[in-house]
C-alpha cells in the first residue's frame, strides 16, 4: 500500500490506501502536529515516521503494516512535561468574515479568560504554511504560565484556502492588510 500526508487546517493528515487505490483508513496521530516518513518498500512489514507538535519534539514512530498499528519507537529526552500543556485549535472570523484558524497553546487547566499575557505570531505571504512545531524557547514561555498564538497560514484561513485568497490580492493588485488586522 501507500501512504499519504496532507494538511488539515495547517495540521498533519496522514491516510493509507492500498496498492488498488481503496481507502484503508486514517493513521492515528498523538494530537495536531506535523509529520514526516512513511518510507519503504513493498515487502516491508513496517515503516516509521516523525511527529512532531508544539509541545512534542520529533519522535519517531514505528508502524506495523500487517496490525495497521503505530508505536513509540524513539523519543528525544527533554526535561519538560508535554502532558502538562495542550493545544487547541480555534477558528474565528475576522472582521470581514473570512474563516481564520489559530492554535492556542498554554497550560492545561489554564482560563483563558483574555487576561493571560500572550505571544501571538502570524505569516502571511508566499504560501507558506507555519505548520505545528517543537520550539524549547517556547517552553519557556508556557511554563511561565503564558499562551503562545500561532496564526498558521498565508493569506486567510487555512493552507488549503489561502491560494485562493493570495491569487484573488494579486489580481486585486494589492497587499494584505486584512491579514495583519486578523
Known amino acids: 500500500g501507500f501512504f499519504i500526508e496532507y494538511l488539515r487546517d495547517a495540521s498533519s493528515v496522514v491516510r493509507r490506501f492500498g496498492l488498488d487505490g481503496r ?6 496521530l498523538p494530537g495536531l ?11 516491508d512489514r513496517e515503516t516509521f515516521y516523525s511527529y512532531a507538535s508544539f509541545t512534542d519534539p ?8 500487517t496490525q495497521g498499528q503505530a508505536s513509540l519507537f524513539r523519543r528525544p529526552k527533554v526535561d519538560f512535561d ?48 507555519v505548520s505545528p512545531t517543537f520550539s524549547a524557547a517556547r517552553l519557556a514561555i508556557l ?10 497560514a498565508p493569506g486567510r484561513g487555512a493552507e488549503d484556502e ?11 493588485r494589492r497587499y494584505v492588510p486584512e491579514g495583519y488586522e486578523d
Do not use: C, W
Open 23 to 28: 481507502p484503508q483508513g486514517e493513521v492515528a
Open 33 to 43: 502536529g506535523n509529520v514526516t516518513g512513511f518510507g519503504g518498500k513493498r515487502r
Open 58 to 65: 520529533a519522535t519517531i514512530y514505528r508502524y506495523d503494516l
Open 82 to 129: 508535554p502532558a502538562a500543556f495542550e493545544t487547541r485549535q480555534v477558528f474565528y472570523a475576522s472582521k470581514d468574515g473570512a474563516r481564520v484558524a489559530m492554535f492556542l497553546v498554554h497550560r492545561k487547566g489554564l482560563t483563558l479568560d483574555g487576561n493571560n499575557p500572550t505571544l501571538l505570531y502570524g505569516y502571511g505571504g508566499f504560501n507558506i504554511v
Open 143 to 152: 511554563e511561565r504560565g503564558r499562551v503562545d498564538g500561532r496564526r498558521p
Open 162 to 172: 489561502a491560494r485562493g485568497t493570495d491569487e484573488a490580492d494579486a489580481r486585486r
